[in-house]
């Protein structure tokens, strides 16, 4: 196998520290999280305790002032232990990043330190029930009044919305404008006008609490805004390569672990008087599902070090999601035939990573819409 170069020995002793998490505070809740539908808030505290939230973020505001790769171990770690129930990965380095880039220092100085300590949990609100990767058409307002900003509407498939103690609202400023009418407020979930509907029960990602929220003439105050008002849309844009290369990292990093299992099983595994690991057909498809993760690595580790460099764009981001989710799912799948009957029994993390990959090839913009970018940066499509 092609080696990995872009992690140092840090962050090799880093990665040592966040498999411990994971096992020691992490797996053996997971089956119960699931059950219930979010995980218990104290896994937020003792994770940032441990310095697992926000780990990018300024020390000046919580954070360690690390580098993005320690994020990145982190979804790796979590991808592997086979968790689809903790939401860091968003809070930490989506939500984060959008309130240093673009808050003022009130705002920062208000929400990181809580975010990094996980007294506080962060989600956005983008997607409406009319609107879901077309953010263009979303239809929650906000209008200027004095000092304050009057929030309307109501937003959906919300991830950490049921525990979220603030959320980034994205909502028009000025219909009239279109996408260019777009701005990004920050609403703490205390405020008057605010409420979380149901927790949504969905195929996968079971422990994730994913919400419905609603605000009726929320007052907030002016101060968070973040960035300039009707600049909303161009910071998403901005701010969406990392967030799709979020799931391209987490999508090999649970193929290769699915890779892993489904070795462990097919050498223990009997057919016919022997082993299924013995069979042509097992591991020439095996074989198949190595290269074809390996192939895919190769690529997330290059537009790893393009992010780093600052050199990503968003049309290979988005290649880098779309291939990656779409061969997750492939070697998930292939993964779970080897494991035959057994692999349909939830007992089995094959059989929870399946139905957990299946949104990873929707959310953070469907894979169409990822062709859709990728083929305007092709000159083709309209302009």
Not at 25 to 47: L, N, S, T
Not at 188 to 200: A, E, I, N, Q, Y
Request: aromatic share 10%; net charge neutral.
């Amino acid at each position: 196998m092609i080696p990995r170069t872009i992690f140092g020995p840090e962050h090799e002793t880093f990665r040592d520290s966040v498999k411990r998490f994971m096992d020691e505070e992490v797996k053996p809740h997971e089956e119960r999280w699931q059950e219930q539908g979010y995980v218990d808030r104290e896994v937020w505290q003792k994770a940032g305790a441990n310095g697992f939230l926000c780990a990018s973020m300024p020390e000046q505001y919580g954070g360690a002032g690390a580098d993005r790769l320690y994020s990145i171990i982190l979804m790796e770690e979590q991808a592997r232990a086979n968790s689809s129930s903790l939401g860091f990965g968003l809070h930490s380095e989506i939500v984060a990043p959008y309130l240093l880039r673009y808050g003022n220092e009130h705002v920062k100085r208000r929400y990181l330190p809580k975010m990094a300590a996980g007294e506080w949990i962060g989600a956005i609100a983008m997607s409406e029930p009319g609107a879901g990767s077309d953010l263009q058409a979303i239809k929650t307002g906000a209008v200027k009044k004095g000092d304050k900003y009057l929030v309307n509407g109501s937003k959906t498939f919300i991830t950490n919305g049921w525990h979220c103690d603030l959320v980034i609202v994205v909502a028009k400023t000025d219909p009239a404008k279109g996408a260019k009418g777009t701005s990004l407020i920050v609403v703490d979930t205390s405020m008057k006008g605010f409420s979380k509907g149901k927790r949504l029960k969905k195929m996968g990602l079971k422990g994730q609490d994913t919400s419905e929220l609603f605000f009726d003439n929320v007052e907030v105050p002016a101060a968070n805004l973040l960035g300039q008002e009707n600049n909303g849309f161009i910071y998403l844009m901005q701010e969406l390569p990392w967030e799709r290369m979020q799931i391209a990292i987490g999508a090999i990093a649970k193929a290769e672990a699915a890779i892993g299992w489904t070795i462990d099983y097919v050498r223990e595994r009997k057919a016919f008087g022997k082993t299924v690991a013995t069979f042509q057909n097992t591991r020439f498809k095996l074989a198949e599902l190595a290269t074809e993760a390996q192939v895919a690595r190769v690529f997330v580790d290059k537009c790893i070090e393009l992010l780093m460099a600052g050199q990503l764009d968003a049309a290979t981001a988005s290649m880098c999601k779309y291939w990656c989710s779409d061969i997750e799912c492939k070697i998930i799948d292939e993964c779970l035939q080897l494991h035959g009957g057994y692999g349909f029994m939830w007992e089995y993390p094959i059989a929870r990573a399946y139905v957990d990959a299946r949104v990873q090839r929707i959310y953070g913009g469907t894979n169409e819409i990822m062709k859709e970018v990728i083929s305007r940066s092709l000159g083709l499509g309209e302009k």
